[in-house]
């Protein structure tokens, strides 16, 4: 019997295997045709002619194959040495030797005929027999859709060796690498249900906020009797605070005193009351409500007694909110525990264990369950708000922008143009990308920039037969790179030229655009041939042939497309056999390429003026109408991007402008297939940076990223006076470079701000502020080349380059991006000390 029926569905399949691979004139891949879904698209509505067209003539296929036709998918069944008959489509004959392994699934002859390719064996045999008892067979067969490429892949994989000694090793690396799954498998899932175990054992925290209110006159004192063997006291005050260190003889503020009696010892025969003083600044007006929280370490179970005092020029009443929380740990057991964890993720990353999104994630899982076991468990609605939503609305506004923008063959056209400019050399046509990149960067969120030039740059390095995989490395680095040189290019930047306290100190918007300005030129005129030199022994044309290439991408996008397609139905499940087919029948053509095929590297194209030309005529922009909408949309939300830094009474965060953005245009193009776009969305990469976010901030309730500033503090004060300021620039920049490259440097930044002013403000230190802050800038930038997960836009990068079947990896990108940010970090170290040190600069 006939699977459900559904007369309009047309399957419309990349028109790369139909026409055969032209070389560099091939610039279509099967993703550029039918988007991130992959080449695969049920179009509703196939044209009046082929619908009034009935079935005419009838065929045989073996068991177990199916063909598709008007009324959806057809399979055979052969039952004791009988065949069933299946009718041709249209009036076009199915002719086997016509069809080869590199045949489209679905093909459309000039007279409206239809050519398609079976499941397995071309041939034909005859006989009729009706359909009806078939249904159950079909149930089991199709059901299998997914297995049908291990089981062929090993079939052809055996049937070519015939070697024993070649067998017997394929048979222990086949077990090897089971046993390696199996194994993968039962650690993660052991850690998973510890720390789940772990995570659900403990309470979230549930202490009650106390509300009081202090005056010059009037002080608040609270004794905590509960506190028992607990290693640490942490406390939690509201108020209407500012950050930063103050100037005790004209500010306003509030004096916390943490006293507890330490019991004699072996050293001591006396009790001794240890008292810990914490210092807040209130703000002027009295208006904004800040939540503050510090750790005290303390020394017995014995009561607590918290007293809180206010220095106010005024007999005014200053209102507060206080909560505390005892931790079972002490800081230095919690700053291991952080450290575990990290390094866990990061070799789950590296080695390719599992994916990086799902590495977040697990690492996520796991300092929640250490926040729990310390006994600072936080609650569902507190997880959430950790996660920084205005970056996800920009990364999901600016994907659906350019899901949109994609459709117009603007990508295209861009790519053949940045062919012509380069007249068919690579390094000049690299240097012009990196350049317009960097310069963009400086002024755009380094992740739209990544987002608008990665369809480009893959475009184009299809068309001159380059591994697209190094040069969108390059153009990441240098993305980070431009995006330091202004103070609205790079999330720490903005962090820094918005506190209020180092604008007091002279550092606003207009001061350090100038001074990195200048530093990042430098920087980036460096860069170039340091680049050229990590790529000197690269070879950035593929080594195989253009056709060998494109036939490996084109497996790659097939697997991927049927990996993604649901067997919910029937039906779904054979379109899931036929990509599976296909794909091995163009893995067997490869090996057949791979056999006869003599290596020999491509040598830039000499023929450039004849393939731009044949390249023009082929890509067009598609929609005109579409294109222009697209450009304006565009151009409002770069130009509000642009004045939501300089105007202050436009109330919309980056998030926002690119959600408005994606809005107006989904209205303008009136866009019919939303799911289409939402398929072009990188939910993985979403999902992965709210996965980060938790992560980091549970890294930071674990007084990692306190530590690390503590800890850099206590070197700088360690250093000879006479040479404390060279070795503090040396040490806060690399600090923050190599600190930015492994966690977030969003909050890393934020947390070194006051550990840097406080220190600047240390009668015993007597170091000034600008230089530190500089220092800070250029680590926390230029660190962000160090690794994959450095920096938003490299895995914004990685995963566009992944959809489109060129993802590289974590270890690919560290070699070439640490050691440029070794290398450009030693030249911004350079120009620091040869401003603040050489010329007195900011002193």
């Known amino acids: 019997m006939y699977l459900e029926n559904k007369s309009n569905l047309e399957i419309e399949m990349s028109q790369t295997s139909a026409q055969g691979h032209q070389g560099r004139s091939s610039l279509r891949s099967p993703e550029a045709v039918a988007g991130n879904f992959g080449e695969l698209r049920l179009l509703q509505g196939i044209s009046e002619r082929r619908d009034t067209q009935k079935l005419q003539q ?13 009324e959806g998918f057809v399979p055979v069944r052969q039952e004791d040495g009988h065949s069933f008959s299946v009718v041709n489509i249209l009036r076009g004959k199915t002719n086997s030797a016509n069809l080869s392994e590199r045949s489209p699934l679905l093909r459309f002859s000039q ?54 000694l070649d067998n017997l090793n394929f048979r222990l690396t086949s077990s090897m690498k089971c046993c390696f799954k199996v194994s993968k498998i039962a650690t993660i899932f052991t850690i998973v249900v510890l ?24 002080s608040f004192s609270m004794n905590l009797t509960d506190f028992r063997d607990n290693a640490l006291l942490k406390l939690q005050v509201g108020g209407p605070f500012t950050g930063g260190m103050i100037d005790l003889t004209n500010q306003e503020y509030i004096l916390i005193q943490v006293e507890q009696a330490e019991q004699p010892g072996p050293r001591r025969r006396r009790t001794q009351q240890v008292i810990h003083n914490w210092t807040i600044p209130l703000h002027g007006e009295r208006s904004d409500q800040i939540l503050m929280t510090k750790t005290f370490e303390m020394v017995s179970s014995d009561p607590i007694v918290i007293t809180i005092q206010a220095f106010l020029q005024d007999d005014e009443v200053v209102p507060l909110s206080m909560t505390h929380q005892s931790l079972f740990v002490s800081v230095e057991t919690q700053v291991a525990i952080a450290g575990i964890i990290l390094a866990g993720v990061y070799v789950l990353i590296i080695f ?102 990665t369809p480009v740059t893959i475009r184009l390095c299809e068309v001159l037969n380059l591994d697209p995989r190094h040069v969108l490395i390059a153009e990441v680095i240098f993305t980070n790179i431009g995006g330091a040189a202004t103070a609205v290019g790079d999330p720490p930047n903005v962090i820094i030229v918005s506190n209020q306290d180092l604008r007091k100190e002279g550092i606003d918007f207009a001061s350090f655009t100038g001074y990195m300005f200048l530093g990042i030129c430098l920087v980036l005129v460096s860069s170039f041939p340091l680049l050229r030199m990590l790529y000197w022994n690269k070879k950035l044309y593929n080594k195989e042939s253009i056709e060998i290439v494109e036939l490996k991408h084109e497996i790659l996008v097939w697997r991927q497309t049927a990996q993604r397609i649901n067997p ?43 393939n731009i030309q044949e390249l023009q005529k082929k890509h067009r922009i598609t929609d005109r109408v579409l294109l222009v909408k697209c450009v304006s949309v565009l151009a409002v939300v770069i130009f509000m991007f642009f004045l939501n830094s300089f105007v202050p009474s436009i109330h919309l965060d980056l998030g926002w402008i690119a959600i408005l953005g994606a809005l107006w245009l989904l209205v303008l193009a009136d866009i019919q297939d939303f799911e289409i776009i939402l398929h072009r969305v990188e939910w993985a990469t ?108 490299n895995v914004v990068c990685a995963g566009i380059a992944e959809q489109h079947g060129y993802g590289f990896s974590f270890v690919e990108f560290f070699r070439l991006g640490f050691p440029m940010m070794i290398m450009t970090c030693m030249i911004a170290m350079c120009y620091l000390l040869a401003t603040h040190i050489g010329l007195g600069w900011n002193m």
């Open 58 to 70: 009838s065929a045989v296929l073996p068991s177990g194959q199916c063909v598709l036709h008007s």
């Open 352 to 453: 390719e264990i599992v994916h990086r999104t799902l590495a977040a994630m697990l690492g996520s899982l796991a300092a929640l369950a250490a926040l729990a076991i310390i006994g600072d468990r936080p609650s569902l609605v507190t997880v959430v708000e950790w996660i920084d939503y205005e970056t996800l609305a920009l990364l999901f506004g600016m994907m659906v922008l350019v899901a949109i923008f994609s459709e117009t063959g603007f990508f295209d056209y861009c790519a053949v143009k940045a062919y012509q400019l380069s007249r068919g050399r690579v390094w000049p046509m690299i240097i012009i990308l990196c350049l317009i990149a960097a310069i963009l960067s400086a002024f755009l969120d380094n992740v739209t920039t990544m987002m608008l030039f």
């Open 195 to 218: 720390c789940s175990l772990f995570f659900s054992m403990y309470p979230d925290r549930d202490n009650p906020w106390r509300m009081l209110a202090v005056s010059s006159t009037d």
């Open 568 to 610: 919910a139905s029937r039906e779904e499940t054979a379109v899931k056999c036929l990509l599976m087919q296909k794909v091995l029948n163009l893995e067997s053509l490869l090996r057949k390429m791979m056999k006869t095929f003599q290596r020999q590297i491509s040598q830039e194209d000499k023929n450039w003026e004849q």
């Open 111 to 164: 007279d409206d005929s239809i050519t398609y390719m079976t499941l397995h064996d071309p041939s034909f045999v005859g006989g009729e027999e009706p359909w009806d008892n078939s249904a159950l067979d079909l149930e089991r067969r199709y059901r299998l859709g997914s297995e049908v490429t291990s089981l062929s892949l090993s079939r052809s994989s055996s049937s070519e060796k015939s070697d024993p």
């Open 686 to 793: 979403l999902l992965f940076f709210a996965g980060l976010f938790v992560l980091m901030e549970a890294l930071a309730q674990l007084q990692l990223i306190d530590y690390i500033g503590e800890q850099t503090a206590l070197l700088i004060k360690a250093v000879p006076e006479d040479q404390r300021l060279a070795i503090a620039i040396i040490l806060v920049m690399w600090v923050s470079a190599l600190a930015s490259s492994l966690i977030d440097n969003i909050p890393f930044t934020a947390t070194m701000i006051p550990v840097l002013i406080n220190l600047s403000q240390d009668a015993d230190v007597n170091l000034p502020v600008k230089p530190l802050i500089f220092a800070l800038a250029m680590g926390a930038c230029l660190g962000g080349n160090g690794t994959l997960i450095g920096a938003s836009a």
